[in-house]
């Protein structure tokens, strides 16, 4: 079945680490996103990749950074930069002009 | 800057009734509005999709309507079910230059029994 992976499902990072989240898809799909979700806050895009090689920063990019090197593939990496980054992440796929995909989300806690 | 406003922040309904959800847009440029719901623990998934060509569109219990002029589309859920017990999504996204979508602030539905 085509779909869009996140992992890990938790994941928890100490002071001054850096961690990565993955992203997987096998729906062909040309561009990725990454968004951070927080209580009462919606949905805020980090980063997105419409082509592989090359990506955006998006509305809230300041402590994160993301590879595209393979179009099924998107990580992001939280960096201790983030100085808040206790928050659900969502990753999502589309083709050029339809509609996301999402990922079940990967739940990031500083412990 | 929201670029769009999505109300009520949170929707109580009784079982049987009528839930709807408002979102309002200032950028004339939209050309898709999909409505997105999402359990917790989980990641959103596309519930319905208008374009701006339709004044509305229904898919089983869901509704959307979408009012041009106004620069308002809605999501009417019939029959409401516990089940629909949900956070919603709108979103606004211009197809064809990035296809970035823009998401309301969500409204987290319940529907008692």
């Known amino acids: 079945d085509g779909g869009i992976t996140q992992s890990p499902k938790y994941l928890f990072r100490k002071e001054g680490q850096n961690v990565t989240l993955s992203c997987e898809q096998n729906?062909?799909?040309?561009?990725m996103y990454w968004y951070r979700q927080d209580p009462g806050q919606g949905l805020r895009l980090i980063y997105y990749?419409?082509?592989?090689?090359?990506?955006q920063k998006g509305d809230i990019a300041e402590g994160y950074s993301v590879s595209r090197e393979k179009k099924e593939s998107f990580p992001l990496t939280v960096t201790s930069a983030q100085k808040n980054p206790t928050a659900f992440y969502l990753c999502?796929?589309?083709?050029?002009?339809?509609?996301?995909?999402f990922g079940s989300g990967t739940r990031l806690t500083v412990v | 800057q929201q670029q769009v406003k999505q109300s009520p922040q949170s929707l109580i309904v009784q079982k049987g009734g009528i839930s709807i959800i408002n979102c309002a847009y200032e950028?004339?440029?939209?050309?898709?509005f999909p409505w997105y719901q999402q359990f917790p623990g989980k990641g959103p998934a596309l519930l319905i999709a208008i374009r701006p060509d339709v004044s509305e569109k229904k898919e089983g219990r869901f509704t959307i309507s979408f009012n041009k002029s106004a620069k308002q589309f809605s999501l009417h859920i019939m029959d409401s079910q516990p089940g629909d017990s949900a956070t919603y999504f709108c979103a606004a996204s211009i197809r064809y230059t990035g296809n970035q979508f823009y998401f309301g602030t969500g409204t987290s539905l319940t529907v008692i029994p």
């Open positions: 950028n004339t440029a939209f050309d898709y």
């Open positions: 729906l062909n799909h040309d561009a």
């Open positions: 999502a796929s589309s083709k050029h002009s339809g509609g996301y995909t």
């Open positions: 990749s419409q082509i592989v090689n090359d990506f």
